[in-house]
């Protein structure tokens, strides 16, 4: 025996096969022997040929009989066990939309996408066809976000998942729960990549009380008002609008809590990048008064920097709310105890100001006592020669 020879086992194998009926409905296997342009002759391996006419084999992905070539090897569904001369009815279009359903059934157990193009809007939804197959989708479930009119997407091709079969003529899709697992995928991959200090780009996508929401390639961070401008600002819509591209830089990263904390990066005027050289430790400079808060006051020592005064640092004297003592508004001296550039934060001090008042002030009363405790000696000592000179 070689390899190429079969053993009598296999031989009777094939005898069995042959003679095994064909039913109708059942999906075979076959080899184009001859193509006419009208009709395919299949070598089945059974007793009988299979024919295959041309209209089994037209589908909507365009293939044609013309196209078939002899010795090519195709899945077809029996129609007839027996045409009247002894072959049996063979179709191609209905053994691809066995693999239809079979592509269809993949998707909705296991999320794999299927290409779809829109073609018609109805009640509820759009529709249109995967292959031969008919679908819909509901209005719901077209975009991420809601389609206000679904004629827009007439026409268009999207890549959808299958979420309900209904019955062997239609099924129901979405591209919402698509989009939604491509953008699970992207926010993975940003958790995993981004790095604090990193200068990105990225679309306002939303307007809160809080800051602005800014989507960085899938994935949206926040930009809190504070991190909008280096001026004070109240409202984001002060500084961005929806749909504005931005650059941005990301403080924090997240992945545990999904959060990403953003710095718009548009600060070519921020006087925080100069503060060291505008001021320094233990001076002292005046200031007015923007903000209180039951632990301190706000104090604007020039446009953009803001300092604070803590409760304890406005007087020698206990002090139980800064509204008691001070006002919105006011003027008032303050010596600089400490600057953090990088976080944006000067303290400062009302009472340690008014010391150095204080202290200058006997310094200067000294100096005057000084002064004219010499003019008087002067006096003794030219008083009478001066009276002399005079007369």
């Given at each position: ?7 009598m ?118 529709v ?46 979405s ?17 995993k ?6 200068t ?30 280096w001026?004070?600002?109240k ?20 992945p545990?809590?999904?959060?990403i ?29 923007r ?27 206990r ?24 976080q ?15 202290e ?25 020669k ?6």
């Open positions: 025996m070689t390899d190429n020879e079969m053993t086992e296999e031989l009777m194998g094939d005898i069995d096969k042959s003679m095994t009926r064909l039913n109708q409905g059942d999906c075979v296997e076959g080899t184009v022997i001859s193509n006419n342009g009208e009709e395919l002759v299949v070598n089945l391996e059974h007793m009988t040929d299979g024919v295959m006419p041309k209209n089994e084999m037209d589908f909507e992905d365009g293939s044609s009989i013309e196209s078939v070539e002899v010795g090519a090897k195709l899945r077809f569904v029996v129609v007839k066990e027996d045409d009247g001369q002894g072959n049996v009815v063979l179709s191609r279009k209905r053994a691809l939309a066995l693999d239809v359903w079979d592509e269809i059934n993949e998707s909705l157990e296991s999320g794999t996408p299927l290409s779809v193009k829109v073609s018609e809007v109805v009640k509820g939804g759009v249109g066809k995967y292959k031969g197959i008919r679908f819909f989708m509901p209005a719901s479930q077209v975009r991420l976000e809601r389609v206000e009119d679904l004629n827009e997407v007439i026409g268009e091709s999207m890549d959808v998942v299958a979420i309900e079969v209904r019955n062997k003529k239609d099924f129901v899709v591209g919402r729960k698509y989009l939604e697992a491509q953008r699970a995928l992207k926010e993975e991959e940003i958790y990549t981004l790095q604090a200090g990193e990105v780009e990225g679309v306002v996508r939303r307007l809160a009380d809080f800051g602005a929401f800014v989507d960085i390639g899938g994935v949206d961070g926040l930009v809190h008002l504070s991190e909008l401008s001026k004070r600002v409202s984001a819509s002060e500084v961005v609008s929806v749909g504005d591209r931005v650059k941005v830089t990301v403080l924090n990263v997240d545990e809590k999904r959060r904390s953003l710095r718009l990066a548009d600060y070519a005027n921020n006087p925080w990048n100069t503060v060291n050289e505008m001021y320094r430790v233990d001076q002292v400079v005046t200031g007015v008064i903000r209180l808060q039951p632990f301190g006051a706000f104090v604007e020592l020039s446009e953009g920097l803001e300092g604070l005064v803590h409760v304890s640092q406005i007087s020698d004297a002090v139980e709310k800064p509204s008691d003592v001070l006002s919105v508004g006011q003027e008032v001296k303050v010596r600089i105890l400490g600057i953090d550039a990088d944006q934060r000067i303290s400062l001090s009302i009472k340690a100001a008014q010391d150095n008042e204080a200058a002030y006997e310094a200067y009363a000294q100096q005057e006592e000084e002064a004219n405790d010499a003019s008087a000696t002067l006096g003794d000592l030219f008083g009478d001066l009276k002399d000179f005079l007369k």
